[in-house]
């Protein structure tokens, strides 16, 4: 663990990516799959969209981060997952990096915003989101990664998040019913269903703007701190 020395750093400030969610940053990932087993089906796309703040403390969505990924050796691939999301593993021309490349380029990506944002940690924001985060957890096992930003089992479920807000729990209703595009022809592609996530991830986290400020301001008053910028933990492994 990264030691700091010298002066206390600030407290995150409430309107900031820090101060709203206690030093962490928010990334959306889906991932396409040649199954339903972490251990043992193959990972075949990863997509990470980037969360983003303004100056009001309004979230949107950032840059997308999407990646082919090679099947890695003695995968399972099932017929009945590659119908649902059109993918050709072993296309000659399908881009695909191994594991351990499209993560470490996808983690860099996050780390730089983790600085950039004077965020602690990366937590994963995903629809049905122990789904995602199960199969990064095993690929970066698989790919033996040392520096992974994620927190390991902590995540944002947006299926929760819409079934409290919206009343509705699949992905493409959700969209729709808050307002956002929805394309049945797109869907099932790792950056496209990240990007719509990210979008409904911002669209409900503002509406709750103002309950979290108030939130914050009696956290405040019971004497409770918030989490302290420390852009040095970005640098853990």
């Keep these: 663990m990264s030691e700091t020395h010298g002066a206390e750093p600030a407290p995150a400030a409430p309107g900031t990516m820090a101060g709203r969610f206690r030093g962490f940053l928010?990334?959306?990932?889906?991932?396409?799959?040649?199954?339903?087993?972490?251990?043992?089906?193959?990972?075949?796309?990863?997509?990470?969209?980037?969360?983003?703040?303004?100056?009001?403390?309004?979230?949107?969505?950032?840059v997308t981060h999407s990646y082919?990924?090679?099947?890695?050796?003695?995968?399972?691939?099932?017929?009945?997952?590659?119908?649902?999301?059109?993918?050709?593993?072993?296309?000659?021309?399908r881009p695909a990096l191994p594991e351990r490349e499209a993560l470490q380029r996808i983690f860099r990506e996050i780390r730089h915003a983790m600085r950039d944002y004077g965020c602690r940690r990366a937590i994963l924001v995903g629809h049905n989101a122990a789904f995602d985060l199960g199969f990064l957890n095993a690929t970066v096992r698989r790919a033996d990664i040392k520096r992974n930003p994620f927190h390991p089992f902590s995540c944002f479920d947006t299926a929760t998040l819409a079934g409290a807000a919206l009343g509705q729990t699949v992905l493409a209703k959700a969209a729709m019913v808050a307002g956002l595009d929805w394309d049945p022809s797109s869907a099932h592609s790792a950056s496209y269903d990240a990007e719509r996530t990210a979008e409904l991830f911002c669209l409900v986290c503002n509406r709750l703007r103002g309950s979290a400020l108030e939130a914050q301001a009696r956290a405040q008053a019971l004497g409770w701190q918030p989490q302290p910028s420390d852009p040095a933990a970005a640098e853990e492994p």
């Design 68 to 93: 082919h990924v090679k099947p890695f050796d003695g995968a399972r691939i099932e017929p009945a997952a590659l119908q649902v999301n059109g993918i050709d593993p072993f296309h000659p021309l």
């Design 26 to 62: 928010p990334v959306v990932v889906d991932v396409e799959t040649g199954g339903f087993n972490a251990a043992t089906d193959a990972l075949l796309e990863i997509a990470a969209v980037m969360i983003d703040i303004d100056a009001d403390g309004l979230l949107r969505r950032g």
